[in-house]
């Protein structure tokens, strides 16, 4: 069972966490199941930004994003090369180590 390593977010796990991950989820899905509360402001339907992270270790395991999940990153906040939008990204059988960015353009939060 892969792993992923959350790196330290002030706001969703200041400590950072390790969480296991089934081989066909998303990291979103993951993330979500094991109380990291990132946010999915489209429930994981591939039409916002809103779960972005960027994926440090183990990106080459991952599929490649399709054309729609690319134009989708094109306006996420802090893009880098190794960005992917976590309801798309599916966890393969390589450990990942991801970190979700400061800030999301997503203008109202359900979060309080």
């Given at each position: 069972?892969?792993?992923?390593?959350?790196?330290?977010?002030?706001?969703?796990?200041?400590?950072g966490?390790?969480?296991?991950?089934?081989?066909?989820?998303?990291?979103?899905?993951?993330?979500?199941?094991?109380?990291?509360?990132?946010?999915?402001?489209?429930?994981?339907?591939?039409?916002?930004?809103?779960?972005?992270?960027?994926?440090?270790?183990?990106?080459?395991?991952?599929?490649?994003?399709?054309?729609l999940?690319?134009?989708y990153?094109?306006?996420?906040?802090?893009?880098?090369?190794?960005?992917?939008?976590?309801?798309?990204?599916?966890?393969?059988?390589?450990?990942?180590?991801?970190?979700?960015?400061?800030?999301?353009?997503?203008?109202?939060?359900?979060?309080?």
């Amino acid at each position: 069972m892969p792993q992923i390593v959350v790196l330290p977010h002030e706001q969703l796990c200041p400590e950072g966490t390790v969480i296991e991950a089934d081989s066909g989820e998303t990291i979103c899905q993951a993330l979500l199941r094991n109380h990291v509360d990132i946010e999915h402001a489209c429930e994981m339907s591939c039409a916002c930004t809103t779960c972005h992270v960027v994926v440090r270790e183990g990106y080459e395991s991952l599929a490649e994003a399709d054309e729609l999940e690319d134009d989708y990153l094109d306006k996420a906040w802090g893009l880098e090369p190794d960005s992917r939008l976590s309801c798309q990204a599916i966890v393969d059988d390589e450990n990942l180590v991801v970190e979700i960015p400061r800030y999301t353009i997503n203008m109202v939060s359900e979060r309080h």
